[in-house]
């Protein structure tokens, strides 16, 4: 099994999502669960993925998708390099907000 | 078959050539691209080639297994690496459905977000991957020895 943690806070109008660890075929199902079971106003704090495939990618198009048909969003903060080299690969990156720190990203809804 | 899979052995050596056989699962991906990275690493590429190639490792095994086979655990997939000197060679071959990924089109253009959410593509990135990271990508099927998808990349 390919080594992945993932925790959630519930903020007021935000669910934070902070992810560390590799994302592949065979560990997205768990951030899959942890996007649908999470609200429309979603900020994912991805800098210590230090590994995403397209599997990867999936999800967040998916939940970007479920977020923006309810009113909401998925942004992104701390992206690391890797993960932003995978979505600049697929063509995606500008379709995420993307933040420098927590703060910000959920500041910024 | 036991002469076949022993001569085969020796020509790997021979020509250089490592070669692993896993499962159809989700979880030996991660072994598929660790084996290769290995090799890639010995042949001279860094850090960030490496994590290239071990990407393009992994969308190659998952395409096989959710479309070649249709599922995990239906059949095996055999990868193979050989340092070519000025390039490094990946081979990735399968007993599933005949299945060219090379044919398979890009993903539209996701510059800007459509304006209706549900217009957004899911899938067709992995292949998109594979194309744009690595120089050489070819497909080819036989009915005997099955899908065989050959990703080439030059070394630094």
């Known amino acids: 099994m390919s080594e992945l943690a993932i925790t959630k806070e519930s903020l007021h109008r935000v669910d934070l999502i902070t992810v560390s660890g590799r994302v592949d075929s065979d560990s997205y199902t768990q951030l899959e669960a942890a996007l649908d079971n999470a609200r429309d106003h979603v900020v994912l704090n991805l800098a210590s993925v230090h590994y995403m495939s397209s599997a990867g990618v999936r999800s967040l198009v998916s939940k970007l998708r479920d977020c923006k048909q309810a009113g909401g969003d998925l942004r992104l903060s701390e992206p690391s390099s890797r993960v932003m080299e995978v979505l600049t690969l697929a063509g995606l990156h500008s379709l995420f907000g993307t933040f420098d720190n927590d703060t910000t990203a959920v500041g910024s809804f | ?156």
Not at chain 2, 132 to 153: E, H, I, S, W, Y
């Open chain 2, 1 to 156: 078959m036991v002469v076949r899979k022993l001569l085969g052995k020796l020509w790997n050596r021979l020509v250089k050539r490592h070669e692993l056989t896993v499962p159809g699962h989700y979880a030996q991906v991660q072994r598929v691209c660790q084996f290769v990275a290995d090799g890639a690493r010995r042949a001279g590429f860094g850090e960030d080639e490496l994590f290239r190639i071990e990407l393009c490792c992994d969308e190659a095994a998952t395409n096989i297994i959710e479309h070649a086979y249709g599922g995990e655990g239906i059949g095996s997939i055999t990868v193979s690496y050989q340092d070519k000197g000025d390039r490094f060679e990946i081979v990735l071959r399968d007993n599933g459905r005949s299945f060219d990924p090379t044919t398979v089109p890009a993903p539209p253009d996701l510059t800007t977000l459509p304006p209706d959410p549900q217009a957004l593509p899911v899938g067709g990135f992995g292949l998109h991957l594979i194309k744009q990271l690595m120089d050489d990508v070819q497909f080819t099927f036989d009915a005997r020895k099955g899908n065989r998808l050959r990703m080439v990349k030059q070394k630094p």
